[in-house]
Nanobody
Framework: QVQLVESGGGLVQAGGSLKLSCAAS????????MGWFRQAPGKEREFVAA????????SYADSVKGRFTISRDNAKNTGYLQMNSLKPEDTAVYYC?????????????????WGQGTQVTVSS
């Protein structure tokens, strides 16, 4: 069992930055793939970014590539999502997720463990 707790969300103006954190407890975090997803009102949950267990492999949605950076610190059992050049369309609840070996890291159905989410609001 893995417990995930996100933090770092908030209200920011367009062009600003936020850094989300995802603190993990329970199962060995360093053996898990971690992903970030987001869900805006009335929309489906969508993939944002994913990182493998070592941090050596990352993937991003096209909409955030070049603006967001996913990282992890296994010694601290924590994952991060640095978000720069934020746009109003980035407004959503952001969730971190983890799983041992998702077949497709961009598919939210592949993840067993989820945090409660943190709200990110970008004003224009």
């Amino acid at each position: 069992q893995v417990q995930l707790v996100e933090s770092g969300g908030g209200l920011v103006q367009a062009g600003g930055s936020l850094k989300l954190s995802c603190a993990a407890s329970g199962r060995t975090f360093s053996r898990l793939v971690m992903g970030w997803f987001r869900q805006a009102p009335g929309k489906e949950r969508e993939f944002v970014a994913a990182i493998n267990w070592s941090g050596g492999s990352t993937s991003y949605a096209d909409s955030v590539k070049g603006r967001f950076t996913i990282s992890r610190d296994n010694a601290k059992n924590t994952g991060y999502l640095q978000m720069n050049s934020l746009k109003p369309e980035d407004t959503a609840v952001y969730y971190c997720a983890a799983d041992v070996r998702p077949v497709n890291a961009m598919n939210p159905n592949e993840y067993d463990y989820w945090g409660q989410g943190t709200q990110v609001t970008v004003s224009s």
